[in-house]
């Protein structure tokens, strides 16, 4: 939601600390399936106190300021949290976005890959495996960008390299 000064605030989103992206909170493992003890589902119990890292660092492509993301796109209603300029290929900025959920939204993975295209960065993008009812913390990923840059991926992926 904007403000009146159009600065984006995160309320009533709460999806990164409801564990969609995995990090490591005062030693406890965030991840789908296991939110952050902090998280009261609507926000924070102990914001002024939250870690620098990963909390204060995290940069979440729609809450920046100069956001190319549209305000539908807010992650707790697009469905999906994009993190931007999460490595390099060939010169070139490589986003990441991963589902609030399952899957990313259609609607919301084709305004991605069209972003992609016009502004030439390739994209990585997620999905939750399921195994008996219950989010695995591996991720299924793919690439989406020019064909180099996808055969690089999975290559990378079946020799079990790092992509970021
Ligand atoms: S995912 Fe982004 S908009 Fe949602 S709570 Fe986290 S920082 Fe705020
Ligand atoms: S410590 Fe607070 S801000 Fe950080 S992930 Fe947990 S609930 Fe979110």
Request: glycine share 8%; hydrophobic share 35%; proline share 11%.
């Amino acid at each position: 939601m904007a403000n009146a000064k159009g600065v984006r605030a995160c309320q009533p989103c709460t999806a990164c600390c409801d564990g969609w992206v995995q990090m490591i909170i005062n030693g406890v493992p965030v991840y789908p399936g296991r939110p952050c003890p902090h998280s009261t589902g609507q926000g924070c119990d102990n914001y002024q106190h939250r870690p620098i890292d990963p909390c204060g660092n995290f940069n979440c492509g729609w809450i920046l300021p100069d956001s190319p993301l549209p305000e539908w796109l807010r992650p707790d209603n697009g469905k999906v949290i994009v993190i931007f300029n999460k490595t390099r290929w060939n010169g070139l900025p490589v986003d990441l976005a991963v589902p609030v959920g399952k899957k990313i939204p259609p609607r919301s993975l084709e305004w991605l890959k069209k972003f992609s295209a016009q502004r030439m960065r390739p994209l990585l993008y997620t999905e939750q495996l399921v195994e008996n009812g219950l989010f695995q913390k591996q991720q299924q990923v793919f690439a989406y960008g020019p064909p180099a840059f996808q055969q690089e991926m999975q290559r990378m992926q079946q020799e079990g390299e790092q992509l970021w």
